[in-house]
């Protein structure tokens, strides 16, 4: 079955890997403890309204975007509500849509 195109935003990827790769670069360019940038904070708003628990995720609003670890010792990013709340969330759900 050929692959599917996506749309995070408005940037187009041809497959759902290739949307996940570009994502998991971004990642990749930060350390545990920084603040995500306002341009890769723009693309992590778009990928996690297609998270399946968006709603829930989002909450209050989003203030910013923050790398902190994760479960086994791996890094993720964290939505930081302008309540003062955070939470996780797995750039995996955002682009195939599971839990």
């Known amino acids: 079955m050929p692959s599917k195109p996506i749309m995070i935003g408005a940037l187009k990827f041809p497959s759902r890997g290739d949307a996940y790769a570009f994502l998991k670069g971004i990642l990749s360019r930060y350390d545990v403890g920084d603040k995500v940038n306002a341009a890769d904070s723009a693309i992590l708003r778009d990928a996690l309204a297609l998270h ?14 923050s790398v902190r670890t994760a479960d086994f010792g791996t890094k993720c990013f964290w939505v930081n509500r302008v309540d003062g709340s955070t939470e996780k969330f797995a750039l995996r759900a955002c682009v195939y849509g599971d839990k």
């Open 52 to 65: 399946p628990e968006s709603t829930a995720k989002i909450d209050s609003g989003i203030q910013s975007f």
